[in-house]
C-alpha cells in the first residue's frame, strides 16, 4: 500500500504533459538544447515537435536542415530520458505534407462537390470536372452536382514578409488513398528512414492534427466528396442517395437534415478507410503510436484507429467554470476519448488543450480546465504550447503561450507534477462505471450527460457499432472491454441504427434501455422512458446503486471513480467559482483518507470536505 502512494507522489517519467513545442523562429542547436533542459527543470519530461508558422523559408517542411535539428532534440531527449512525439504536417490540417502531396501529383489536390442550378441546359464542364448528377429539386428545379477540384489550402509554416500573412500551400485529397499513400510516403517514410532507430523508445507517437475533407477552403457552398463517392455513399447507406443530394445544400429539402447526416457518416467512415486505417497501420508496423485528434469534439467513431485517442479544448469553446463545461457539442470531447480508450482497449488518451484561449488566459483558468480533463478520464495532456520564440508577430499567433513564456513558468513544476499524478492515477486502472450512453460515430449526446454530471453519476459514450461489432449484451447489460453497463441512456437519436436493434431488444426487455427526452421512432416499445433529469436519475437508481452520494447537492460537482492495485480512488472537482464544502458517501468500503494531489499530503476523512475554486481532491479508500 505504502509503494502505491509513493508511485503516486512520484510517478514514471511516461505520465508527464507532452506540450506542443511551437517552432517558430530562426532554430539554433544550442537553444534547442537549453530550451530542453529548460523544460526537464520545470518538471516537463517530454515534447511534440510542432514545425510552426515563422520558420525561415531556409528551414522548409521535412528539409535536410529542418530534420538535423529534430535529430538534434531527438538526441537531447535520448541522453536526458525524456519522450518525443512527431507532429506530421507542416502546420495544419494534416495530410498533405505542406502543398508535397499535390506537387507531386496536381490529381491529388482537394476535390468537393458542388452545385449548379441548371435549366434544361448541361453544365459547362471544365478539365478535371465531372458531372455526379442532375437532380430535380422540390421546388422543380434542377440543379447539377458536380465533383471537382477546390480552391483550398491548409495554414503554411513560413510568414509573408514579416507577417502575420502566412503561405497557405494547397490541401489534398484525402478521401483518395492514392493520395494519403503519398503522404505517408512524403513524411511517415521519411520519419521512419531519418528516426526509426529510436521508435518505440525516445520517440513514442506521431501526432496527426485534425485533418478535413476540404482543408481550408476558399469557396463558399462547397460540399465535401470525391471522384466517385456517391458508389461509396450508396454502398454504405445502403439506398441511392443521388435524389437526396440536393439536402446537402437546401435546408427546405424533404428531411433534409437527416439525409445531410446520412452522407457526413458515409464520408467520415470513407475517411476512417483511406486516411486513420491506413496511418495506424504503418505506426503500427513500425512501432509508434498514431496520435493527435480528428476534425470535429464528438467524432468518436474516428478514434478507433488511433493508439491514443484524443481530444482538443481550443478557442474557449468549453470553460470550466461556464455551461459550456456539461452543455453543448464540445463538452462531450473529454468523455469522446475517454470512452473510446477504454473500449477500444487503449492505454491512454490526450487531450490538446488550451489552444487559441487567447492572452488573457489565467492561470486558474488553465488549473479548471486542467481539472475538467482528468475528472473526464484524460490521461495524456498536450499543451498548446511551449513557444520556442515570441519574436514579433509570433506572440500572437493563436496564443497564449502556456509554458516558458508565460508568468506562471516559475511555479510550473508543482503543475507538471500534479499532471503526471493524476496521469498516473488515470492509466493502467479499472474504470468504475455502470452506466454507457449511445453514440453515433459523429454525434454523442450531451443533455443526458449533463444531468449525470450535475448528479455524480459517471458515465461512458458507447459508440453504436460497439453493439454488433464486439459488445456482449444480456439481461445483466452490456460488457465490453472489462466494463461493465447496468444501463443504456439514449438521447437525442431519431432513428437508431438497425444493427444495433437487436441488443436494444435485449436491453429493453431487461428494463435496462433508459431513453431520455424524446423517443426514437424505431425504438422497442419496452423503454423507461424519462423527460426530466430527475426522472432520468431516479429511472437509473432502480438498476444500480449510486457509487457516489454528496451531502447537500452540488451540481457543479464532478467525480471519477477507478480502482488501481486493490486500491479504490475517487477523484473530486468542481465546476465553480465559489468554494465547496459537502459530505460525502461512497461506495468503496475501507479506509478513507482524503489525498491532495498537488501537494501529495494525506487529510483524514474527519468531516465536511471544503473544495476551493480550481481545486481536485481524491479520497483514497483501502480495504481494510
Not at 488550451?354 to 475538467?372: C, N, R, S
Not at 519574436?391 to 508543482?414: I, L, Q
Not at 436491453?507 to 430527475?534: C, M, S, W
Not at 470536505?609 to 480495504?623: D, E, F, G, K, Q
Request: charged share 25%; proline share 6%.
Amino acid at each position: 500500500m505504502t509503494a502505491l502512494l509513493d508511485e503516486f507522489r512520484n510517478p514514471p517519467r511516461e505520465f508527464s504533459v507532452l506540450p506542443f513545442w511551437f517552432w517558430n523562429d530562426t532554430l539554433d542547436a544550442a537553444e534547442i538544447r537549453r530550451q530542453i533542459a529548460d523544460f526537464e527543470a520545470h518538471g516537463v519530461y517530454g515534447f511534440v515537435i510542432h514545425p510552426r508558422v515563422g520558420l525561415p523559408r531556409d528551414t522548409g517542411w521535412m528539409s535536410e536542415k529542418l530534420l538535423g535539428f529534430v535529430h538534434v532534440a531527438v538526441d537531447e531527449a535520448k541522453a536526458r530520458g525524456l519522450y518525443v512525439i512527431l507532429y506530421d504536417e507542416g502546420m495544419y490540417p494534416s495530410g498533405s505534407s505542406s502543398g508535397q502531396v499535390v506537387a507531386a501529383n496536381p490529381a491529388h489536390a482537394c476535390r468537393g462537390l458542388a452545385c449548379v442550378e441548371v435549366n434544361g441546359e448541361a453544365p459547362v464542364l471544365k478539365p478535371g470536372w465531372t458531372l455526379l448528377a442532375t437532380v430535380p429539386r422540390r421546388n422543380g428545379q434542377r440543379v447539377a452536382i458536380i465533383d471537382r477540384p477546390i480552391n483550398s489550402g491548409i495554414r503554411g509554416i513560413h510568414l509573408i514578409g514579416e507577417g502575420p500573412d502566412e503561405d497557405e500551400p494547397p490541401a489534398s485529397d484525402l478521401l483518395n488513398p492514392e493520395a494519403v499513400r503519398s503522404f505517408i510516403r512524403l513524411v511517415y517514410d521519411k520519419f521512419a528512414a531519418e528516426f526509426g532507430a529510436e521508435f518505440g523508445t525516445t520517440i513514442i507517437g506521431i501526432f496527426t492534427d485534425e485533418p478535413s475533407l476540404v482543408g481550408r477552403c476558399n469557396e463558399k457552398r462547397i460540399q465535401p466528396g470525391t471522384t466517385g463517392i456517391l458508389e461509396h455513399v450508396n454502398k454504405f447507406l445502403g439506398y441511392d442517395f443521388t435524389p437526396h443530394l440536393p439536402a446537402l445544400w437546401f435546408d427546405d429539402e424533404p428531411d433534409a437534415k437527416r439525409f445531410r447526416e446520412d452522407y457526413h457518416r458515409a464520408l467520415g467512415f470513407r475517411l476512417e478507410q483511406t486516411y486513420y486505417r491506413q496511418l495506424s497501420v504503418w505506426c503500427t508496423k513500425h512501432n509508434v503510436f498514431l496520435t493527435g485528434h480528428p476534425g470535429e469534439s464528438d467524432d468518436i467513431g474516428l478514434e478507433r484507429y488511433f493508439h491514443i485517442p484524443g481530444q482538443d479544448l481550443v478557442w474557449r469553446r468549453v470553460l470550466a467554470h461556464e455551461a459550456s463545461a456539461i452543455e453543448g457539442k464540445e463538452s462531450t470531447q473529454g468523455k469522446c476519448g475517454s470512452s473510446a480508450m477504454l473500449h477500444l482497449a487503449r492505454r491512454r488518451n490526450s487531450n490538446e488543450c488550451f489552444g487559441a484561449y487567447g492572452h488573457e488566459l489565467t492561470w486558474d483558468e488553465m488549473k479548471a480546465l486542467t481539472d475538467w480533463c482528468f475528472v473526464r478520464g484524460v490521461n495524456l495532456l498536450v499543451p498548446h504550447a511551449f513557444y520556442y520564440s515570441i519574436r514579433g508577430c509570433r506572440k500572437d499567433e493563436r496564443p497564449p503561450d502556456v509554458g516558458p513564456n508565460s508568468a506562471w513558468w516559475g511555479e510550473y513544476k508543482a503543475y507538471a507534477d500534479f499532471c503526471r499524478r493524476l496521469s498516473w492515477l488515470n492509466t493502467d486502472c479499472e474504470h468504475v462505471c455502470g452506466i454507457s450512453i449511445l453514440g453515433e460515430s459523429d454525434a454523442l449526446p450531451w443533455r443526458a450527460a449533463a444531468a449525470c454530471f450535475a448528479q455524480q453519476r459517471d458515465f461512458n459514450y458507447l459508440e453504436a457499432r460497439h453493439l454488433w461489432e464486439d459488445a456482449r449484451t444480456d439481461a445483466s447489460g452490456i460488457r465490453i472491454a472489462g466494463q461493465h453497463y447496468s444501463a443504456l441512456i439514449v438521447d437525442g437519436f431519431e432513428r437508431v441504427p438497425a444493427q444495433a436493434l437487436p441488443a436494444l431488444e435485449i436491453l429493453a426487455n431487461a428494463g435496462r434501455l433508459i431513453v431520455y427526452g424524446t423517443k426514437a421512432a424505431n425504438l422497442p416499445p419496452r423503454t423507461v422512458d424519462t423527460a426530466t433529469p430527475d426522472a432520468l436519475l431516479s429511472a437509473l437508481g432502480v438498476l444500480m446503486r449510486a457509487d457516489v452520494t454528496v451531502t447537500p447537492a452540488q451540481p457543479k460537482l464532478r467525480c471519477r471513480h477507478v480502482r488501481k492495485s486493490g486500491e479504490d480512488f475517487y477523484i473530486f472537482c468542481h465546476e465553480a467559482t465559489t468554494a465547496l464544502e459537502f459530505s460525502v458517501e461512497v461506495a468503496a468500503r475501507g479506509k478513507q483518507t482524503w489525498l491532495d494531489p498537488l501537494t501529495t499530503r494525506e487529510i483524514p476523512m474527519d468531516g465536511p470536505l471544503r473544495l476551493a475554486p480550481c481545486a481536485t481532491m481524491i479520497l483514497r479508500v483501502v480495504r481494510e
